[in-house]
């Protein structure tokens, strides 16, 4: 049973415009989320996160929003630039007993295509 | 600053076989876990390394086994290896964040290393 669901296996975006990645979780002791971006043939790299006591983060062009009654969270990236294209993850993490932060689990990604 | 290296890029084996591969983390880092990526799939946690000792253990099976040695290095170990087995493998390192503040750009991937059982 997945935890963290990205029901979108494609996005296809026009330079300029905005993007919006949507991603839903299941367990409600999750209480960090993060998305990462990946190239073919390239590790996945960090973008940017957020905690379950904040319901947005921004840097820069991008912006994740976390609704934490719907289990949902969303990535915003504005405006989009054709080097955007890449497979996005959106990942969630429990604190372990102990205070330690537990291992990340991933959605199956999105692939963002910006078209100039 | 070298970020987290991993080797082989590239392998192939045949069913049955056993398989190492090998991680060193960022420069400071003391945490290595390890996560297998299917194609179409998102990366799948399988263990963790701190100290030495595995602190963490995701939903895989016995024939996987790690190492962590002192330098913080990592080895992955999969023994009779199946078609399934076939995936990216990669490994991430980490600072312990014991009663610290986790912000989440602690983490850092490798490039992985790709393996091909045939």
């Known amino acids: 049973d997945q935890q963290v669901k990205q029901n979108s296996p494609s996005l296809s975006v026009q330079e300029g415009r905005i993007s919006i990645l949507n991603c839903d979780y299941t367990?409600?002791?999750?209480?960090?989320f993060l998305w990462y971006k990946k190239y073919p043939a390239e590790g996945p790299t960090f973008l940017i996160s957020?905690?379950?006591?904040?319901d947005k983060n921004e840097d820069g062009r991008f912006t994740v929003f976390l609704n934490k009654s719907a289990k949902h969270l969303s990535l915003h990236i504005v405006p989009s630039q054709p080097g955007d294209s890449a497979v996005y993850f959106c990942?969630?993490?429990?604190?372990?007993?102990?205070?330690?932060?537990?291992?990340?689990?991933f959605g199956k990604g999105t692939k963002l295509s910006v078209k100039p | 600053d070298a970020g987290v290296t991993q080797s082989p890029t590239h392998l192939i084996k045949t069913r049955g076989q056993q398989v190492t591969l090998r991680c060193s983390p960022k420069?400071?880092?003391?945490?290595v876990s390890w996560y297998q990526q299917a194609l179409g799939q998102g990366p799948q946690f399988i263990f963790q390394y701190y100290e030495e000792e595995e602190r963490q253990r995701g939903n895989f099976p016995d024939r996987f086994s790690g190492h962590q040695f002192p330098n913080y290095s990592s080895e992955l170990n999969v023994n009779a290896l199946l078609l399934g087995d076939s995936a990216l493998y990669l490994c991430a390192s980490s600072l312990a964040s014991l009663g610290r503040d986790w912000s989440g750009n602690t983490i850092y991937f490798g490039e992985g290393s790709w393996l091909t059982v045939v």
């Open positions: 957020i905690s379950s006591i904040k």
């Open positions: 990942a969630a993490s429990e604190r372990n007993y102990g205070g330690s932060q537990g291992n990340l689990i």
């Open positions: 420069s400071g880092h003391d945490t």
């Open positions: 367990n409600s002791m999750f209480d960090y």
